[in-house]
């Protein structure tokens, strides 16, 4: 059983940073991928990025490469989004989720636990 509680959202202007952190709990934190998706009105859950156990692999949706950085500490059981250059395009509802895989992760069917999410507003 894994519990995620987001937080760090809020809103920001254009060109501003915002970073998100993902608190878990559970012992196999450190044996699991996490991903971050969104979801803006109106619109499909989208993946955002993925990082593997270990720490040492990410991954992000094109749209947000260069500008998104995912990073864990899993000695506190946590990951963090750290969103720079930021556009109107990015505002949504953001989740942090937990994969049962050690790689990562990009489908929302393969993450087996989700936060509540944090509302993230960028405006122009």
């Known amino acids: 059983q894994v519990q995620l509680v987001e937080s760090g959202g809020g809103s920001v202007q254009a060109g501003g940073s915002l970073r998100l952190s993902c608190a878990a709990s559970g012992r196999t934190f450190s044996s699991i991928a996490m991903g971050w998706f969104r979801q803006a009105p109106g619109k499909e859950r989208e993946f955002v990025a993925t990082?593997?156990?270990?720490?040492?692999?990410?991954d992000y949706v094109n749209s947000v490469k260069g500008r998104f950085t995912m990073s864990r500490d899993n000695a506190k059981n946590t990951v963090s989004l750290q969103m720079d250059s930021l556009k109107p395009d990015d505002t949504a509802v953001y989740f942090c989720?937990?994969?049962?895989?050690?790689?990562?992760?990009?489908?929302?069917?393969?993450?087996?636990?989700w936060g509540q999410g944090t509302q993230v507003t960028v405006s122009s």
């Open positions: 989720a937990a994969s049962p895989y050690a790689l990562q992760t990009y489908s929302p069917r393969e993450y087996n636990y």
């Open positions: 990082i593997d156990s270990s720490g040492r692999n990410s």
